[in-house]
């Protein structure tokens, strides 16, 4: 909203006074605001989950190569003395070399067991390379396609060479022979992982890559080359999936350091806690914790993989430390393949985190394949030397007292952190270091619960945070963690798994594999559990049995059905919604949970449904019932009896106030539709038949002066906004084409021939075929005639046209799509429109006669089969379904195929008679010539394809939906425990409205300033414009300086202090209706504008008068049963913004009361007049409602009492029509009320008379009353509007407009008073609109 110059300069006056006045504005309820009306009711995008392991993999094999020729040092080392000895912890000097050897290649074995038990273990103990090959082709062999591990300790031989060598023994230990990297990739295959404990070892990883590539670049040449030796090879594995351990980079020696093992990297690999403790005894910080030597270290007490126990515990927080580390610092799918695919490699990897910070103390720097990002220097290795410290320092007195071990802090930590994390910051940043510790946690009992809280709410920030946590793998804990029965983490799992299901719904077969589904069934049928968990529970299940048999069948084993049906009327909104969602999944397409349903006459229970006030449950219950009849099973007479009752039961939503609702209902009938096709068939072709014999005028009278609605002057019409209604409102009719569809006729009540031309109005469903892109398959059915066949068929005609017989079912729930199909919501007619054009295709294929094959055989034609094959002409072509009674009828005449658009003459007159001269349907002509047309193409005239009815992108598919279901879900995605922005004080939203409440304090108070003083004269023009159609509406808005007006089908938007135009779009309503009625709801904060038409229809829209595109918000049938005629008052309505209530009337005998809370009507209160209600007037404090009546009488209602008492009085002194009847808002305010004629009648709601009459001018057009200012302004047909004040004296009289040409006003057609300031807009049927206001010294 452009904000205003002058309140940003004013300084602000009084402001208490004006925050009182503001609570008024705050506390207004506001009308479609709610998510359905903001959004699109669809789906999220599904986030691609790259969470689940593609590949899990195993290492089943490893082989132990250790070239260590105990006791002979190699020549190219010169070892320090003393000397880093130990190898896997023993010292090789203190036995027999042999001994020592075969003890180091067990213990080694030993210390790999820990971690991967499993596998297939094989020494190789200073091999030659005879032995080396023999046994990797051997292990390569057994282990097929899984992981292989290559342990090589090389520190009895010399260092790598540059070529790629590493060195083993000959037979006799005499001499060290070199082993090519090339053969072991050869030997080794992939996947395999390589850990080289050697000198220089990165050279071999350099080596082995360079190897790598020289591989893939023989192979590329072999593929070419089919004589090239390797091309009759099989293909060797990429070695792409090798990962390389290696123990210092390419110029590096091992640390000598007689403190440290010799092969220091195995054991930061394969020991950790054990050479972790050592080394931070080896610090100067150990210095600072009494008593601890490196004896003491070796009698820690506790198993490793025991948690309660020291070394235990200790272990268990190394692991969750390098854990986190790896998370934090690597690429996501480098974590995956590293950290989550291969126990063992994930061992060693979170090692040789640890390796790399060891050994980088003694400048050797460990190398990786794939390289990982340097992590030594990694925050999180202070809480590990802290956790370290503090278990240290009581072991002194463990080991020689005996006291109790005190368990680390740590993990209560490092959850306190990230509820800071959760609790503090903003919203993008980068994500928690402490995730995987919190997974960790999951395992602890201790921890378990406070865990579980804080990942629930870390996954309630959105879809993105529930990625994270998949990724770091939580998966399987929390699926685990449903085979608990504590009751304590039922709502805390239950949060948790809708979250995960609301963004990878996958999840659903996992569930039913491990029986997960019987946790939330017993959560649903659980009544202690709050409403919240057991909507959370029913959404989990919903989505379980979401278009998964397995689900399906697992669910009503466990009883579901039943369980949904004790719940449907929960006085929960969202449970209710989510029971009927999913009921109506688990019986789609599962006929054994339709039948249980049919048992527990949960069709019946589903009915309370459809009048609840919620809309989106409505609409679950619509969903529910519409899958319950669209079952493709076989049908008994008992489920047709069902399916007929459902679907009459179902109709009876035609006239609901939310379009999400119809839509839903539209896709339910779809389901019937599909059902019983045959029958529809039929009865479309009895509906054709009826629409085609209606006479149809000929071209002469078409043209009569008298019959044509007048077209406005090109001049007139500026090039309309386009508008998108979601998708698309109906192409905006321009004046070029308003004559090509007068073609298309009905009969009115009298029975004379009025024309009336629907427009173009094309039925495409998305923006760009509204221009009629090339691929737009025209319809069988054009929205024109499908309004005919609506209108012909009028409730009561259609009966004794068919004869009894037929007013079958069918006949009904296709006159309910019909209706569907001239819905004023754009998605809700296309829906329609694609059902029913998608029978009469069908119907219209099975009665065509048979192809004739030559134009001599006219003598016989063959009778009508029912075989598609009768397509002369492809359908998407337009050519007319000739439905014919019988096939005599087409014996002597063949109706030529009409010509396609790009062969057809531009003006075509309207009616061509067909060869036998019959009558031809309306949508025998395409409606117009395409824009992109390439004209017919060959196959399209020659037929060949016209026998395939799949070529209809624009007809039906058995599987219509609305999305409803996934949109629905999108609230589990979303965050549910965040302040709403509207709520939140400081947010840009409460900020704005804030800024608009002050705006409105403003404009109440400075106009009362000018009311109060008294309004002398009316007559200063301070807007004139001429509007592009003739005004028949207009409506300040309350606030801002901007003025809508209505002409006959579009709303043109004014700044009336700046003098521009702000927007002009078009409404949607048909040809032959005219809106009569606008409303600005929602005024004081974010307006929607309302407008009503003569036919019935509500629309309301959002974004006009700004830079946007205006968006239809919602749109209904306000009134069922309107006529439009030009004599009557049209639709007339009030609004109450304080109640949420529409009152609309008309050219009806009721007045119909909208919730609009509830977008459904609450109240008809019979007008008990036969004339039309002409204005209406409401005072929500006292319930009341004035209604003025075509007949002159004024009437009063209290919509408190009931149908027959609540016309509370009746005023008849007006002897004519109308004009406008005011209630005045006070507490003992009057009823104003002023006819034709020009008396101005006062009445005291006690009392029967009046209490005062003026006289004003006759022949009145137009009243408006000020509802401050106490003035009233009358427009005449004369040419010329009078001003009153409240006494009947005249203070102003206009009657031209002003300035230098100073023309005479036309014929006033409507005017307005603006709520507050003292103007008065005008509108007059030579297409000018202006505003008169006050003198400028009172302004």
């Known amino acids: 909203m452009k904000m205003d110059s002058e309140l940003l300069h004013s300084p602000v006056v009084c402001l208490a006074e004006e925050e009182e006045a503001d609570m008024s504005d705050w506390n207004l309820p506001l009308a479609f605001m709610k998510k359905r009306h903001s959004e699109k009711i669809e ?20 082989a132990l190569v250790l070239c260590l020729n105990v006791g002979v040092d190699p020549p190219d080392v010169v070892k320090t003395s003393p000397c880093a000895r130990l190898e896997c912890w023993i010292d090789p000097l203190s036995m027999s070399p042999q001994k020592a050897l075969e003890t180091i290649g067990a213990n080694l074995q030993k210390q790999y067991e820990n971690w991967q038990p499993r596998a297939r273990y094989k020494q190789s103990l200073d091999p030659t390379v005879d032995e080396v090959k023999k046994l990797c082709t051997s292990l390569r062999r057994n282990a097929k396609e899984e992981r292989v591990l290559f342990h090589y300790n090389g520190h009895g031989v010399p260092r790598p060479t540059v070529n790629g060598e590493i060195w083993v023994f000959n037979k006799n230990y005499t001499q060290y022979i070199p082993l090519s990297v090339y053969d072991l990739q050869t030997w080794m295959g992939s996947p395999s992982i390589f850990v080289y404990d050697c000198s220089n070892a990165g050279i071999i990883v350099k080596s082995f890559k360079q190897f790598a590539l020289q591989r893939e670049q023989e192979l590329e040449v072999a593929a070419i080359n089919p004589n090239h030796p390797l091309a009759q090879m099989p293909l060797p594995p990429s070695m792409k999936n090798c990962i390389q351990l290696a123990a210092c980079e390419a ?7 007689p403190d440290l093992p010799a092969d220091l990297f195995t054991s930061c690999l394969t020991t950790p806690i054990k050479i972790a403790l050592r080394w931070f005894c080896m610090q100067k910080s150990a210095k600072l914790v009494p008593g601890v030597t490196l004896d003491l270290i070796e009698k820690i007490p506790g198993r490793l993989n025991d948690r309660r126990t020291p070394l235990g515990e200790l272990n268990w927080i190394f692991t969750a430390i390098t854990d986190t580390i790896a998370w934090n610092v690597l690429p996501r799918d480098l974590f995956q393949k590293l950290f989550r695919q291969d126990l063992l490699v994930a061992s060693l990897f979170r090692n040789f985190l640890l390796a790399e910070r060891i050994m980088r103390s003694y400048n050797c720097t460990p190398v990786s394949s794939p390289r990982l990002p340097p992590t030594y220097m990694h925050a999180m290795w202070q809480a590990w030397d802290l956790a370290v410290d503090i278990c240290l320092s009581q072991l002194p007195t463990i080991i020689e007292e005996g006291t109790a071990f005190r368990h680390s802090p740590f993990f209560a930590e490092q959850l306190t952190a990230f509820q800071v994390w959760l609790t503090m910051g903003v919203e993008n940043r980068s994500p928690p270091e402490q995730l995987p510790i919190v997974l960790q946690v999951l395992l602890s009992q201790v921890h ?10 870390f996954l309630d920030l959105g879809p993105w945070a529930v990625s994270l946590a998949l990724s770091v793998g939580i998966f399987p804990y929390v699926l685990k963690l449903l085979q608990s029965s504590a009751r304590e983490l039922r709502p805390l799992l239950v949060f948790i798994w809708a979250k995960i299901l609301a963004v990878d719904s996958s999840c659903q077969a996992d569930l039913v594999k491990d029986n997960g589904h019987k946790y939330f069934l017993s959560v649903l049928a659980d009544p202690y559990m709050p409403a919240e968990h057991r909507t959370m529970a029913v959404f989990i299940l919903a989505v379980i049995v979401n278009s998964y048999t397995t689900g399906q069948e697992a669910c009503l084993q466990g009883n579901l059905i039943a369980i949904c049906l004790e719940q449907l009327s929960d006085p929960h909104p969202l449970l209710r919604q989510w029971v009927a969602i999913c009921l109506g999944r688990i019986w789609q397409n599962f006929d054994s949970a339709r039948w249980c349903g049919v048992r527990d006459s949960a069709h019946e229970k589903l009915y309370s449904l459809l009048s609840d006030p919620i809309p989106e449950v409505r609409c679950a219950a619509v969903f529910a019932l519409g899958t319950f009849v669209g079952n493709s099973a076989e049908r008994t007479d008992h489920s047709t009896t069902i399916d007929h009752n459902v679907a009459m039961m179902l109709a009876q939503l035609i006239n609901d106030g939310s379009p999400v609702v119809r839509k839903e209902l539209v896709v339910a009938l779809s389901h019937l539709v599909v059902q019983y ?57 321009t004046a070029r084409n308003l004559n090509k569809s007068l073609q298309n006729l009905n009969l009115n009540e009298e029975g004379g021939p009025v024309a009336f031309s629907p427009g173009n109005l094309s039925t495409s469903s998305s923006a760009s075929s509204t221009l009629g892109s090339p691929d737009n398959d025209e319809y069988i059915l054009s929205f024109e005639t499908i309004d005919k066949m609506r209108r012909v068929s009028s409730y009561s005609s259609l009966n004794s046209l068919i004869g009894v017989s037929f007013n079958s079912v069918y006949t009904q729930i296709w006159r309910v799509l019909l209706h569907l199909a001239a819905d004023p919501f754009p998605e809700v007619s296309d829906l329609a429109m694609k059902v029913l054009n998608s029978i009469a295709y069908k119907a219209t294929m099975n009665a065509r006669p048979q192809r004739i094959l030559d134009s001599g055989s006219l003598t016989q034609s063959a009778p009508a089969s029912p075989t598609s094959k009768g397509a002369h002409i492809h359908q998407a072509g337009g050519s007319p379904p000739m439905p014919s009674a019988s096939s005599s009828s087409l014996t002597n005449e063949v109706p030529k195929p009409p010509i396609r658009g790009g062969e057809q003459p531009p003006m075509r007159p309207p009616y061509t008679p067909t060869l036998g001269g019959q009558a031809p349907h309306s949508h025998q002509f395409p409606r117009t010539r395409k824009m992109f047309d390439k004209g017919p193409s060959g196959s399209e005239l020659a037929g060949d394809d016209a026998d395939d009815p799949g070529g209809h992108k624009a007809y039906m598919n058995a599987n219509l939906s609305t999305g409803l279901c996934d949109w629905s879900a999108k609230y589990f995605a979303q965050p549910v425990m965040k302040i709403p922005e509207e709520h939140d004080v400081e947010s840009q939203v409460r900020k704005e409205r804030e800024w608009r409440f002050l705006r409105n304090a403003r404009v109440r108070k400075q106009s009362q300033r000018i009311t109060q003083r008294g309004v002398t004269r009316l007559d200063d023009q301070i807007f004139i414009n001429r509007n592009p159609g003739v005004p028949s509406v207009v409506k300040f808005h309350p606030f801002n300086p901007c003025i809508a007006v209505a002409d006959k089908d579009s709303i043109c938007f004014w700044d009336w202090e700046k003098a521009e135009r702000l927007d002009y779009f078009y409404n949607g309503n048909p040809r032959y209706t005219r809106i009569t009625a606008m409303e600005y709801l929602n005024g004081h904060d974010y307006s929607l504008l309302l407008t009503a038409t003569d036919d019935g229809a509500l629309r309301i829209w959002k974004n006009f008068a700004d830079q946007r595109n205006p968006e239809m918000v919602t749109a209904w049938q306000g009134l069922s049963d309107m006529l439009p005629t030009t004599r009557g008052a049209g639709m007339v309505v009030d609004w109450e913004q304080e109640t949420g209530l529409l009152m609309t009337s008309g050219d009806v005998r009721v007045i119909r009361i909208w919730d609009t809370e509830r977008e459904m009507k609450v109240q008809d209160i019979p007008t008990g007049a036969d004339s039309c209600v002409t204005c209406l007037s409401c005072d929500s404090q006292r319930s009341l409602i004035a209604a003025g009546l075509g007949d002159g009488s004024v009437r009063l209602y209290d919509r408190r009492m009931g149908a027959n008492e609540c016309r509370v009085m009746t005023y008849r002194e007006h002897s004519s029509w109308v004009v406008k009847a005011h209630l005045q808002k006070q507490t003992d305010g009057k009823i104003i009320s002023v006819s034709v004629d020009g008396d101005v009648r006062f009445f005291e709601l006690r009392s029967p008379d009046s209490v005062n009459v003026l006289q004003t001018v006759k022949g009145l057009t137009a009243l408006d009353i000020h509802p401050q200012a106490n003035l009233f302004a009358c427009g005449s047909m004369n040419q010329f509007i009078a001003v009153y004040n409240s006494n009947g004296d005249v203070i102003s009289n206009i009657k031209y407009y002003d300035g230098f040409m100073g023309q005479r006003i036309g014929a006033i057609s409507c005017l307005a008073f603006h709520p507050y300031w003292p103007h008065l807009a005008v509108g007059s049927n030579d297409y000018y609109m202006s505003i008169y206001s006050a003198e400028k010294r009172l302004r």
């Open 448 to 457: 378990r619960l406070r865990a579980l809280d804080l990942l629930g709410r």
């Open 251 to 257: 110029s590096e020696l091992l640390p000598m350091n």
């Open 677 to 733: 096709e045959s029958n529809f068939c039929t009865v479309a072709l009895q509906f054709m038949e009826e629409e085609k014999n209606y006479p149809v005028p000929s071209p002469a009278n078409t043209l009569e002066p008298g019959n044509l609605t007048p077209v406005r002057d090109s001049p007139a019409i500026p090039r309309l906004r386009s508008v998108n209604s979601y998708t698309n409102i109906r192409a905006a009719t």
């Open 43 to 62: 789906g999220s995008k599904a986030l691609a989950q790259s969470w689940r392991m593609k590949d899990r993999m195993k290492t089943v094999s490893v």
